[in-house]
């Protein structure tokens, strides 16, 4: 709708200051000439909008015009208050801004819209912590990976890798952080390469006195689309059932969080024995269950079976008569 377009408009010269007429037109998927009407038009509503002609021209607002979000729909101010209960934001240090902001908003909202978007916070909670798992606690503090992001310098940092629990130490060039079902994710570039760390595995982190290093052109949304397809486009998994003695089950979940098919069994009052569904990418990545020895038994797939037998006999060789 044409009122949209227009409250938007101001919102993009707001917060962007001065704007190219085709940047508007792009934005907005309309034509150049649409835009310059609508320029009009909120001008000729008392809005202190004006064009600059010349190759760095564009349209802007007068310095210090501010506008509120009266042209808000009711739809628009339920979805915002839905979208922001969720945890991320404390998890940032970010909490209360975000209670602050919220309250401003309300009083901006005009007044038919206040119930709706009252009733949508206290109706509709988002939790993206999975059942059982916890809350994923990073070991680091999330500021030292913000503040890298935020002053973009390159960040040193020790990681402990899920797949074969081996520390490392990396230099990156951070894009961004992400969170996805309720877990930290830090986006980075490593030697050029794009590359995934949750932060829940960052043992340690240090920001260098050097510039970040990122590739041009690339933003943190693109970098995270294409890991994201990367993981997404792995084929179907291997599904593994794994018979867990009692005694060691608490750290094995730890180990193999990342490869759980479902929710993590209760550690408390179980049997001798415990049965935990896993999926690993191949065979290969699953051959790292032989490390548990007897106290973590495969029981399905058959051939994974095999291929622990073949291993485990390939060890005795290696040792035998020794």
Sequence with gaps: ?????????????????????????????????????????????????????????????????????TGMTADEARALFVLLSGHAHTELGLGQALGSALRKLMAALPAPHRPDADLASRRILIDPVRWRGGPARPAVDLAVLQQAVFDDRRLRLRYRHGRDNRVRSYTLDPYGLVNKAG????????????????????????????????????????????????IDDIPAPLPVTVSVHRDILGRFLRIHEADLAGPAPAIDGQPERVRVQLHFRSLGAAEVLLAFGT????????????????KAAEAAACYDGT
Excluded: C, K
């Design 1 to 69: 709708m044409r009122s949209e377009r227009l409250l938007s408009i101001m919102l993009l010269l707001q917060t962007h200051g001065q704007l190219p007429a085709g940047d508007l037109a792009e934005r907005l998927e309309v034509s150049v000439r649409t835009v310059m009407r609508d320029v009009e038009a909120l001008s000729s509503a008392g809005v202190p909008v004006y064009t600059v002609r010349g190759p760095h021209g564009g349209i802007a607002l007068l310095p210090g015009y501010r506008t509120n979000v």
């Design 183 to 230: 877990v930290w994710y830090l986006v980075a570039d490593h030697r050029g390469e794009p590359a995934l760390f949750r932060a829940d595995r960052a043992l340690s982190a240090g920001i260098l006195d050097e510039p970040v290093r990122r590739r041009d052109g690339l933003e943190l949304a693109d970098v995270w689309d294409g890991l994201r397809r990367h």
């Design 295 to 310: 106290d973590a038994e495969v029981l399905a797939p058959a051939e994974l079976r095999r291929a622990l037998a073949r």
